[in-house]
């Protein structure tokens, strides 16, 4: 149980999030005055927002925005790294007691950053914000998310249902968090691998206000690949399964070719028997190369060992 008052930092990454900025930065920082009133963080409590290479007005409103109030730590990456590696820049850059993570566009609701701080204050390390419903998202984006999360489960991978990135994190769950080196980050696994108490806090996902998602199917599905390939070998042991039964399939054909042969007057020569077979073992093959590659692609980054992200200015108004 906690009792001292805590300081909190806040990480938003943006792209390209000039249209949504100003009302990101009015609400996280009526949320953040309104806390301290009540005595739940102190003074010394930040928000930090990591510009991810925006190519819009992104950078320009945070450089002059954290100039003049102390309150808020803009920091700019030297290039666009992805959601993930500047959502880690932010966590890295932290010095606070708690730190929570939340994405500009507000969809996940701020005002559950104070439950999320009671949760906390309660002994809990980690405190995941869970959407109990997915009312403004579209029937493919809610059918695929959920799906996704149920097939994670099927491969053993351990996520919590419905969670993102929006979560709180003390200062002992962050310092364990960044001693794991991968390159391939997904951090709604990572997080999970650190243990400690952990809670929830359920809230409804709101619509996005103003600019576009930086999520479109194309990245959903390469960001899903990733966390498949980062947390499971389950790909790795089908490989196993389609080559007995791609060799029992085989089998099937030859004993069917044989009868037909010896065993009926309708044996007609011709290509089918053999262009078949040969077919469906060639794209068995070609599939088990694909999955090997993409694991081995990923031994191949971690073991360069580059860093995931360089912070060319931090901008923060000294009191």
């Not at 009312?135 to 099927?154: C, Q, V």
């Not at 806090?201 to 966390?227: D, H, I, N």
Request: proline share 3%.
């Amino acid at each position: 149980m906690t009792t001292h008052i805590p300081s909190l930092a806040v990480v938003i990454p943006c792209y390209n999030e000039e249209e949504m900025l100003p009302k990101t930065l009015a609400t996280m920082l009526a949320l953040r005055d309104a806390m301290i009133a009540k005595g739940k963080i102190n003074q010394d409590s930040k928000i930090y927002l990591v510009d991810d290479g925006s190519k819009d007005k992104t950078w320009k409103i945070l450089n002059e925005e954290a100039a003049n109030n102390s309150a808020l730590v803009a920091i700019k990456l030297s290039r666009n790294k992805g959601h993930q590696n500047a959502l880690y820049a932010g966590l890295c850059t932290t010095t606070e007691d708690i730190t929570v993570s939340i994405d500009a566009d507000l969809q996940d609701d701020p005002q559950n950053i104070e439950l999320m701080v009671d949760e906390y204050l309660k002994g809990h390390d980690v405190v995941y914000g869970v959407r109990s419903a997915r009312h403004t998202d579209t029937f493919f984006k809610r059918f695929t998310a959920e799906g996704y999360y149920h097939l994670m489960k099927k491969m053993g991978v351990d996520l919590v249902f419905n969670h993102a990135d929006f979560r709180l994190l003390s200062r002992r769950a962050l310092d364990s968090l960044k001693q794991y080196g991968e390159a391939n980050l997904f951090l709604r696994g990572l997080v999970r691998e650190v243990g400690y108490p952990s809670s929830t806090v359920e809230y409804e996902r709101q619509a996005r206000e103003a600019g576009e998602s930086k999520y479109p199917l194309k990245k959903m599905l390469s960001f899903a690949w990733k966390g498949i390939t980062a947390f499971s070998t389950a790909p790795l042991r089908m490989i196993t399964v389609l080559g007995i039964l791609s060799g029992f399939a085989s089998f099937s054909l030859i004993v069917w070719v044989l009868i037909v042969r010896f065993f009926t007057d309708s044996a007609t020569p011709g290509w089918a028997s053999v262009l078949l077979p040969l077919l469906f073992i060639g794209s068995v093959q070609l599939l088990c190369l694909g999955i090997i590659g993409e694991y081995l692609s990923k031994i191949y980054e971690e073991v360069k060992k580059r860093p995931k992200f360089h912070i060319s200015d931090i901008v923060n108004k000294k009191d």
